[in-house]
């Protein structure tokens, strides 16, 4: 499990995040909600140990991220997959390199085992037959598809997705939430995702956290926070202004 305690931090003056507590379990889809600027990108990059706090403790299967040795970091890094907001896929890569791109650099597998491996992955997310192309050819849906073949390439125990859904329209955005299921029930894998879409939140989370002014200030299920009686979190479900 992932299990973040206490954790602050600041950019110069700016507090973004002021005293985090979550626990994530092993086998769940944690959905972290929140406005634009909150903080949930920051908490994502803290897991994946490219910040460290200010204050407070990350621990991954209890090993705490800011006691260990960067070539233990980079080990434990290679348990977790991310997709990026914009899927960040390598402009100058055809598809099948960017997804074997992890593999080639960090596994010992022949150019012909990481192949049937990317052709796996890409079947999976539903992009058989693309590994050709180059990724100015993709819409914005098959970049995210792309972008999760890679995140699972090397068959992560945890994913973190950032705004999987951000920029697709509402039915591409709700094939991204099937898959994100789907690929959870087939991998048996642990999922965070950080998200301002509801409609996304409410269909793949198990649990929803909604961070605010630098705080969780609620967690539970999809059917709990709906009657959550803090008005700061139903005027952001609801999207009403304050």
Known sequence: MIEISNIYKSFNSKQVLAGVDLSINTGETMVIIGGSGCGKSVLLRHIIGLMQPDKGSIKIDGTE??????????????????????????DSLTVAENVGLGLKEHSEYSAEQISGIV??????????????????????????????????????????????????DPIMADKINDLII?????????????????????????RIAMLHQGRIIFCGTPEEIKGSPDQRVQRFINGEAD
């Open 65 to 90: 991220l800011a006691h260990i040795r960067k070539n233990e970091l980079f080990a434990l890094r290679k348990r977790l997959g991310m997709l990026f907001q914009g899927a960040a896929l390598f």
């Open 119 to 168: 052709n796996k992955k890409l079947e999976l997310v539903g992009m058989s037959g693309t590994g050709g192309l180059m990724p100015a050819e993709l819409s914005g849906g098959m970049k995210k598809r792309v972008g999760l073949a890679r995140a699972i390439a090397m068959d992560p125990e945890y994913i973190l997705y950032d705004e999987p859904t951000t920029g697709l």
């Open 182 to 206: 789907d690929l959870r029930n087939k991998m048996t894998l642990t999922s965070i995702a950080v998200t301002h879409d509801m409609v996304s939140a409410s269909k793949i989370a198990d």
